[in-house]
Nanobody
């Protein structure tokens, strides 16, 4: 069973930056896609970004394009989400997820297991 531990969240002002990390254990991370999702208060969990196993295929939700960057380190079994120019609407609990089947045709669907998430709070 895959286990994910997110970290790096915090409180920042608008325009600030944060880098989220996700440590993955179990499974064969290097063979699968990985994604980031977020859930704001009283809202459903939503897709943020995903990356194929090789890193060659990347997807972003429209509102984060140009501001967020997903990356991965298959040797360390880590995934990252660099978030720049944060806005109030980015406030949410952020989760990573794997395995995901990310391809040229699909950003992938999340697996059934989730970590505890990391809170990101953006204030003006």
């Amino acid at each position: 069973q895959v286990h994910m531990v997110e970290s790096g969240g915090g409180s920042v002002q608008t325009g600030g930056s944060l880098r989220l990390s996700c440590a993955i254990s179990g499974g064969q991370f290097e063979y699968y896609g990985v994604g980031w999702f977020r859930q704001a208060p009283e809202k459903d969990r939503e897709f943020v970004a995903s990356m194929s196993w090789s890193g060659e295929t990347v997807y972003y939700e429209d509102s984060v394009k140009g501001r967020f960057t997903i990356s991965r380190d298959n040797v360390k079994k880590m995934a990252y989400l660099q978030m720049n120019n944060l806005v109030l609407e980015d406030t949410a609990v952020y989760y990573c997820n794997t395995p995901m089947y990310v391809s040229a045709r699909s950003r992938g669907e999340p697996g059934t297991h989730w970590g505890q998430g990391t809170q990101v709070t953006v204030s003006s």
